[in-house]
């Protein structure tokens, strides 16, 4: 399923991953791995797997181009890999998760992070929970190698439940060797639907952390900023959600710690349809 265009030459490569189609609020990881690609120095997609006939697409569309009018092209739901650097070399996995077959599609990939020598993998996603935009925005980590768990940042020491692909990929490659950590921003879940700067802004800062990848991110501070701002101005129009970050801020008046975090991420995860 995996179409290699031309394989990039790297040394000693991270791969940052952050799959749509599970959990992903505020669009924390999409958002963070597009703002990685875009920064890349010489950085291209090499290879591509194409999805249009693994998922449902009713639920994951093609998109279609119209220009003055006239349609230009229609794009297939496809998981693209993109290699350049960054201050190191890095490979960024995006796209939807395919409906079906998803062993295959996890060994495609894992094969090609052997191929191109990958060291280490991160995954990049978001959760609802509870806390308010007033507060640092906490990043929880698992990991898939003991050494790596010890660097990750605050872990969640058990759980069990469904999961998505994402992290299905971050435990092939684990066993396959390479050494994988997913983060997870933790995102008010009154602010989980729309883009968050701040949960951006903080998975990008321990990613950074952990790889050593260099970022130009003062614009990305600056939107944090404006959009705290912007929250703010809208709690005067919403007097309930008002209601409701002060509740919030009365029960939790520090950062929640990671357990209490956990806790509220499994009740979201447990209202969650199953995966194919």
């Given at each position: 399923m995996l179409d290699v265009e031309t394989w990039p030459e790297l040394r000693h490569p991270v791969?940052?991953?952050?799959?749509?189609?599970?959990v992903d609020a505020?669009?924390?990881?999409?958002?963070?791995?597009?703002l990685?690609?875009?920064?890349?120095?010489?950085?291209?997609?090499?290879?591509?797997?194409?999805?249009?006939?693994?998922?449902?697409?009713?639920?994951?569309?093609?998109?279609?181009?119209?220009?003055?009018g006239v349609t230009r092209r229609v794009t297939w739901p496809e998981i693209e890999c993109t290699a350049g650097r960054v201050g190191r070399d890095v490979v960024v996995v995006?796209?939807?998760e395919p409906s079906l077959r998803w062993p295959t599609v996890v060994a495609e990939l894992v094969a090609m992070a052997q191929h191109l020598g990958v060291v280490a993998a991160y995954g990049l996603g978001a959760m609802p929970s509870v806390s308010t935009h007033r507060q640092p925005v906490p990043v929880l980590a698992t990991a898939t190698d003991a050494v790596v768990a010890e660097r990750a940042g605050v872990l969640r020491t058990d759980?069990?439940?469904?999961?998505?692909l994402q992290t299905t990929l971050l435990v092939a490659l684990g066993t396959a060797g390479i050494p994988a950590v997913g983060?997870?921003?933790?995102?008010?879940?009154?602010?989980?639907?729309?883009?968050?700067?701040?949960?951006?802004?903080?998975?990008?800062?321990?990613?950074?952390?952990?790889?050593?990848?260099?970022?130009?991110?003062?614009?990305l501070d600056r939107a944090a900023g404006s959009y705290a701002a912007k929250v703010e101005a809208g709690l005067v129009e919403r007097p309930d959600v008002a209601e409701l970050v002060q509740a919030i801020e009365a029960e939790h008046p520090a950062i929640p710690s990671g357990d209490e975090l956990m806790t509220e991420i499994e009740r979201f995860l447990r209202s969650q349809p199953d995966q194919d």
């Open positions: 791969m940052v991953i952050a799959l749509g189609g599970w505020g669009m924390a990881g999409a958002e963070a791995a597009d990685i690609r875009h920064q890349m120095g010489a950085g291209r997609r090499f290879a591509r797997v194409d999805l249009a006939d693994v998922v449902d697409l009713q639920q994951t569309r093609p998109d279609v181009e119209i220009v003055e995006t796209g939807p759980y069990v439940g469904v999961t998505g983060l997870w921003a933790q995102v008010p879940h009154y602010l989980a639907g729309s883009p968050s700067p701040p949960a951006t802004r903080a998975l990008l800062g321990r990613l950074v952390e952990l790889t050593g990848i260099e970022l130009a991110l003062a614009d």
